[in-house]
């Protein structure tokens, strides 16, 4: 089961562009990546999925290096609404019936100031 | 309005009580799922179902039981075994097992004293 590292926080201001990065240097050859956003006293909201190189949608894009080792998401041109705590998640979507891919860390909380 | 609900929002029990808490979908997910988030913390997995009558533990699933009768409902028992149990808790579905887009309820707190 690959293991994911993220900084604990982060702070930005409105306007930028925000990456936050996650180490996953176990990563499986059928694993995908998965980041979700949580508000306070609400459920995480999926943001994007990826396996490799690049992923954009219409909230963010995921960037996927060729050793797959860690992946960024990129924020562009964040808002006050943006601060929120993001998790990165890593597995196999058909990993045989077990709950890979199931883990949420502890994730990145992100601040974003005016 | 397809989704995911969980009743109540908040709920208070005494010390030694069982209590359970409702999740359903109209999603047509056969994936469901319990996790748990405490302050500060991350989110937890507590037991998990891919489709009806079948369900396993996840990493903490001492103290708490599911059923998955209905493909729509896979209601969490919070039990008097549970030693810690004032947490947030959370209900997911997706499509499938494994690392689907899952899609969450917007989580129930409870409170035991």
């Known amino acids: 089961l690959a293991k994911t590292t993220q900084p604990i926080s982060m702070d930005s201001y409105e306007g930028q562009e925000v990456n936050i990065t996650c180490s996953h240097n176990?990563?499986?050859?059928?694993?995908?990546i998965t980041w979700y956003q949580q508000f306070p006293s609400q459920g995480p909201r999926f943001i994007i999925q990826g396996y490799k190189t690049k992923v954009t949608n219409e909230v963010a894009s995921l960037f996927i290096p060729a050793d797959r080792k860690s992946s960024t998401l990129s924020l562009p041109r964040v808002s006050l609404s943006d601060t929120a705590v993001y998790y990165c998640?890593?597995?196999?979507?058909?990993?045989?019936?077990?709950?890979?891919?199931?883990?949420f860390g502890k994730g990145t909380h992100l601040i974003i100031q005016p | 309005d397809g989704g995911i609900t969980q009743s109540p929002k908040y709920l208070f029990r005494k010390e030694g009580q069982n209590v359970t808490l409702s999740c359903e979908q109209n999603?047509?997910?056969?994936?469901m799922y319990w996790y748990r988030q405490d302050p500060g913390q991350g989110l937890r997995l507590i037991y998990y179902s891919q489709i009806v009558n079948d369900f396993q533990k996840g990493d903490i699933a001492e103290g708490y039981s599911v059923s998955r009768e209905k493909k729509e409902s896979f209601p969490l028992t919070v039990t008097s075994a549970q030693k810690n149990p004032t947490a947030f808790y959370l209900c997911?579905?997706?499509?499938?097992?494994?690392?689907?887009?899952?899609?969450f309820g917007p989580g129930t707190r409870l409170t035991v004293t």
């Open positions: 176990n990563i499986a050859t059928n694993d995908y």
């Open positions: 999603l047509n997910h056969d994936a």
């Open positions: 997911a579905s997706s499509i499938g097992r494994g690392n689907y887009e899952q899609y």
């Open positions: 998640l890593v597995g196999d979507p058909d990993s045989g019936g077990g709950a890979d891919g199931l883990t």
